[in-house]
């Protein structure tokens, strides 16, 4: 069980509105910006060379609590400065030639579908989509009908979307992924923090993450996890730099070891401590006790919009996390979020552009996206619906 008044009070941001936007860029703890500011003190008496020797026990526990956090080795774990910093590495690792094809869905990231289309306008690649069935999930069945089609190269899946609360089915398209040896990508931002993310269960080659969102870490942060396979295979992005590799003779390089090769060499180390400790914090929590917590607020505040006349919720599939999506019929988009930023309440709005595909089969151009995390409180999802109710 989850103290939510003692995680309520090492929140400041929480004491004076109503938070509902942690799939955008959550609440920090305050511990956890005042390591990041006690960190940069030290750089500015010692310099960032010292500062970061100083902490080498630190930068070291990065990699243990990523791995601890996702079932890894700290040796398949690079530190990222976004969840999409990630996922490009992971793209550049992968030699494309005309004519090969990437498997992904119609759900995936906007930021994923803009890397897709600029690898077929460079190389000549193509992209194909998994059908859903009625309810909104993969048709997995259509899935392997892609997969084990000649010319893939890649699958590229992202677990959790960011204009629906849509959980996708990782786990089925990684046993077809293994059972074709097809590399396997899943773009994991929206779902690291607030679901329980195995690798060995999803048998991905990458996985990328965000530590912003569900896991409540510093902005200009996030990891790829990279398998053994991929490791011990050798592969690596196409453009290195000094994190990645070691100069050895005037046409050679020597290849780090592990995921570090992956890296850039200059990062923010105190934006990496606040990761740290905010990977540690969500571990000390225990990922079941915040998924029951999610799922508790999740179940109540769908139960309390949909009493709501007019409301429409916009959210498919069989599974769902803790970001709804909704409008109003009869309400503009311009009322909506006059009405909930005059009450105080955080939240996000979800354009086209950024679910393109997905928002032309609902019909509509844009979404109120709420994401309670679970040091939100019940009385707040009534606030919400209150103001909802009363449009």
């Known amino acids: 069980m989850l103290d939510i008044e003692t995680i309520r009070n090492l929140t400041p941001g929480c004491q004076d509105k109503c938070f509902l936007n942690s799939a955008g860029a959550s609440l920090m703890p305050g511990f956890i910006s005042d390591e990041i500011i006690s960190y940069l003190k030290q750089e500015n008496q010692v310099g960032g060379y010292k500062a970061a020797d100083n902490a080498k026990s630190l930068n070291a526990s990065f990699y243990h609590e990523v791995a601890k956090l996702i079932g890894a080795k700290p040796r398949n774990i690079a530190f990222a400065h976004s969840a999409t910093d990630a996922y490009t590495k992971a793209l550049m690792s992968v030699r494309f030639d005309r004519g090969d094809v990437i498997v992904t869905t119609e759900d995936d990231y906007a930021s994923n579908w803009i890397q897709f289309i600029s690898l077929t306008k460079q190389f000549g690649v193509e992209v194909k989509t998994i059908g859903t069935d009625k309810s909104g999930d ?111 003779e ?118 109120i996206r709420f994401s309670p995390h679970y040091f939100n409180t019940y009385d707040e999802l009534d606030k919400v619906c209150q103001v909802i109710d009363q449009m």
């Open 138 to 248: 993969l048709d997995i069945s259509h899935a392997e009908k892609l997969i084990s089609s000649p010319g893939v190269k890649l699958v590229a899946i992202t677990h959790v979307p960011t204009n629906s609360g849509l959980i996708q089915n990782v786990v089925s398209v990684g046993l077809l992924c293994e059972k074709h040896d097809i590399p396997y990508l899943v773009d994991a931002c929206q779902s690291v923090g607030q679901l329980d993310v195995d690798v060995t269960q999803i048998k991905c080659d990458f996985l990328s993450a965000t530590g912003r969102k569900f896991l409540r870490g510093p902005r200009g942060t996030g990891f790829l996890y990279v398998s053994d396979k991929m490791l011990d295979g050798r592969i690596y992005p196409y453009l290195l730099e000094a994190k990645g590799a070691v100069w050895t």
């Open 250 to 367: 005037r046409d050679d390089f020597q290849l780090e070891e592990g995921a570090v090769r992956f890296e850039n060499w200059e990062r923010s180390y105190a934006l990496q401590a606040g990761l740290t400790s905010a990977v540690s914090y969500a571990n000390g929590l225990g990922i079941e006790n915040i998924m029951a917590r999610n799922a508790g607020l999740k179940k109540y505040f769908l139960e309390q919009l949909r009493s709501i006349a007019g409301v429409r919720i916009l959210d498919r599939g069989s599974s769902t996390c803790n970001i709804i999506t909704l409008i109003k019929e009869g309400t503009s988009r311009e009322k909506m979020e006059a009405l909930l930023s005059n009450a105080n309440i955080f939240y996000s709005v979800s354009t086209l552009e950024w679910g393109l595909l997905d928002f032309r089969k609902k019909g509509t151009s844009w979404a």
